[in-house]
């Protein structure tokens, strides 16, 4: 970009060179000069700003907020509907098995955190399903405590 507007300059000072110029002349060439550095640094600088700004919108923080596509929202109202489907018990489960493993998810890469959860919720949605099909009598033990006061997550 900057490269193209130096060559122009260049060619318009060689030939205002080759015409012998006055002393005015030659200090519009260097005034001109001058200019043209500064433009080509400005240039320059404009060029790395830009390709910084690139690299930070590819790279964002993990604090920063993305919009969702519409079938990123719809997969996750589906993974709230699983989690949600889980009794009180095996989500207080899932979410424990989830700190737990803190350490090692923090250290993967994305595809292995996502098997890691998906791993866990299937063991603790395979226990829940187990113990609401033993016995009737204990989804009603575990509706209990519910009905009395709320879980700890709903207070805040």
Same mark, same amino acid.
């Not at 080759?18 to 400005?42: G, W």
């Not at 989500?91 to 993967?108: C, P, Q, V, W």
């Given at each position: 970009?900057?490269?193209?507007?130096?060559?122009?300059? *260049? #060619?318009?000072?060689?030939?205002?060179?080759?015409?012998?110029?006055? $002393?005015?002349?030659?200090?519009?060439?260097?005034?001109?000069?001058?200019?043209?550095? /500064?433009?080509?640094?400005?240039?320059?600088?404009?060029?790395? #700003?830009? /390709?910084?700004?690139?690299?930070?919108?590819?790279?964002?923080?993990?604090?920063?907020?993305?919009?969702?596509?519409?079938?990123?929202?719809?997969?996750?109202?589906?993974?709230?509907?699983?989690?949600? #489907?889980?009794?009180?018990?095996?989500?207080?489960?899932?979410?424990?098995?989830?700190?737990?493993?803190?350490?090692?998810? /923090?250290?993967?890469?994305?595809?292995?955190?996502?098997?890691?959860?998906?791993?866990?919720?299937?063991?603790?949605? $395979?226990?829940?399903?187990?113990?609401?099909?033993?016995?009737?009598? /204990?989804?009603?033990? $575990?509706?209990?405590?519910? *009905?009395?006061?709320?879980?700890?997550?709903?207070?805040?």
């Amino acid at each position: 970009m900057g490269m193209g507007l130096a060559l122009g300059w *260049s #060619s318009l000072t060689a030939t205002l060179v080759a015409q012998e110029p006055v $002393a005015s002349d030659k200090e519009t060439i260097k005034l001109l000069t001058d200019r043209l550095a /500064a433009l080509e640094k400005k240039v320059t600088s404009l060029e790395d #700003s830009l /390709a910084q700004l690139k690299r930070e919108q590819n790279s964002s923080s993990p604090g920063e907020r993305r919009t969702m596509t519409a079938e990123q929202r719809e997969f996750q109202s589906e993974q709230r509907k699983r989690f949600n #489907s889980l009794s009180d018990e095996g989500r207080r489960k899932f979410i424990e098995g989830m700190r737990d493993k803190r350490e090692t998810l /923090a250290n993967s890469t994305p595809e292995d955190r996502m098997k890691l959860a998906r791993e866990l919720f299937e063991k603790i949605q $395979a226990e829940d399903q187990a113990q609401k099909g033993k016995t009737p009598e /204990a989804p009603a033990k $575990a509706d209990a405590p519910k *009905s009395e006061s709320p879980p700890p997550a709903e207070q805040k």
